[in-house]
């Protein structure tokens, strides 16, 4: 993910990723398996540009929220279903409506997520990033 996001007094300098589906346990013996067959997908993905919806705090994390379009919906269903299909990994609830994003903080302190979104809310983001594909 490329981005225009430098703060010396933020966490933005990590590589950014788009978070595409909930996260699923999975059995010790398949785990490089099943990473190694999504970072071939998404390593054959050209890149393609997301709109920024700005910095939000949802639950336990500050989030730079990814407009929906139909790209990430196509990537979105092919990780579902495939991951399903291949390894039984099934849907979270959230998969069905999911919210893309890029976090940029995560804590259970309430208080320590809620000082993150004030410090992050008045960075400025780019209206839009270029997703790559790339892991």
Not at 59 to 69: A, H, S
Not at 82 to 107: E, N, P, V
Request: include cysteine; hydrophobic fraction near 40%; proline fraction near 5%.
């Amino acid at each position: 993910m490329t981005n225009s996001l430098n703060s010396a007094n933020s966490a933005l300098t990590l590589p950014l990723h788009i978070s595409l589906r909930m996260s699923f346990p999975a059995d010790d013996l398949i785990c490089e398996e099943i990473i190694e067959y999504i970072a071939r997908y998404l390593g054959s993905l050209s890149p393609f540009t997301v709109e920024v919806q700005g910095i939000e705090n949802f639950r336990n994390i500050v989030w730079l929220k990814i407009k929906t379009c139909p790209r990430l919906r196509e990537i979105h269903s092919w990780l579902v279903d495939s991951l399903s299909q291949k390894y039984g990994t099934g849907a979270h609830i959230f998969d069905s409506d999911f919210m893309y994003h890029i976090s940029l903080f995560l804590d259970d302190d309430p208080a320590k997520v809620n000082r993150a979104y004030s410090a992050l809310s008045s960075e400025p983001v780019p209206v839009n990033m270029t997703a790559n594909g790339l892991l």
